[in-house]
C-alpha cells in the first residue's frame, strides 16, 4: 500500500490550496482517509476525515473541505482563507478508525510522505 500527498506549498494569508492523495494497493472505498498535519516539537493533529460523512476539527472548519474519488483511489483537502497557524506538514492516512477516535493517528494503518503548507502573513 501507498499514499502519495501532493499540492503543498507556500501561499500568503487568505490563499487556497489544495491537496491530494492518492493511493495504491487498496480499494479506496472500504477504507477512511484521514488528513493530519504536524509542526515541529507538537504532537500530529487530526485535520479531517472522510467515510461515509465528513469530519474537520474545530479551527478549520468552514475553511477546509474534504472530498474522495473513489474510482481514481484520491482523496483531497480544499483549503481555503489559510492562516499563519495552518502552516505544517500535511499528512493522509488510511484506517477504519471509530468515529470518536478518527482525530488519533495511532487509529490508521498506512502513511503518506507528507507535503509541506507554508502560509505567511
Known amino acids: 500500500v501507498q499514499l502519495q500527498a501532493s499540492g503543498g506549498g507556500l501561499v500568503q494569508a487568505g490563499g487556497s490550496l489544495r491537496l491530494s492523495c492518492v493511493v495504491s494497493g487498496l480499494r479506496l472505498g472500504d477504507y477512511g482517509i484521514g488528513w493530519f498535519r504536524q509542526v515541529p516539537g507538537k504532537e500530529r493533529e487530526g485535520v479531517s476525515y472522510?467515510?461515509?460523512?465528513?469530519y474537520y476539527r474545530d479551527s478549520v472548519k468552514g475553511r477546509f473541505t474534504i472530498s474522495r474519488d473513489n474510482a481514481k483511489n484520491t482523496v483531497y483537502l480544499q483549503m481555503n482563507s489559510l492562516k499563519p497557524e495552518d502552516t505544517a506538514v500535511y499528512f493522509c492516512?488510511?484506517?477504519?478508525?471509530?468515529?470518536?477516535?478518527?482525530?488519533?493517528?495511532?487509529?490508521?494503518?498506512?502513511w503518506g510522505q507528507g507535503t509541506q503548507v507554508t502560509v505567511s502573513s
Open positions: 492516512a488510511v484506517g477504519r478508525p471509530v468515529l470518536s477516535a478518527w482525530r488519533a493517528s495511532t487509529m490508521y494503518y498506512y
Open positions: 472522510i467515510r461515509t460523512s465528513t
